[in-house]
Every structure is written in structure tokens, then in C-alpha cells.
């Protein structure tokens, strides 16, 4: 069963939702990262959900 999703106090760059996401689908927080990183590159909202993200997910 994979965690709860939460913001680590560890492994994190700079808000921690990237290593968050990462820690509950099981994958690496750099490919999580890397994905962030090159959907940025297509339209969207990324950043929006991003900051959404910051402020709803709880911290460790």
C-alpha cells in the first residue's frame, strides 16, 4: 500500500511537492522531477497546480 500523500521533511527542493507525489506513486523523486520539469514545456497549468498543491498538501 503506498503512503499517504504528504509534503516529506526530507528530499526536498523546494516546497517538496515533486518528492511528495514521487513517495506515493513509488517512483524517484528526480524522475518526478524530470516529468514537473518537461510538462512545463506544454501548455497548461502547471505552476498553478504545483502552488495549489503546496498549499493544500500537509507536511510530515
Known amino acids: 500500500m503506498a503512503s499517504r500523500l504528504a509534503r516529506p521533511r526530507d528530499n ?3 516546497a517538496g511537492v515533486c518528492s ?3 513517495r506515493r506513486f513509488g517512483i524517484s523523486p528526480n524522475v518526478m522531477r524530470l516529468i514537473f ?3 512545463c514545456l506544454l ?12 498549499v493544500m498538501l500537509p507536511n510530515e
Open 12 to 14: 526536498r527542493w523546494i
Open 20 to 22: 511528495g507525489l514521487a
Open 37 to 39: 520539469v518537461i510538462s
Open 43 to 54: 501548455p497548461g497549468p502547471q505552476f498553478l497546480i504545483y502552488i495549489i498543491l503546496w
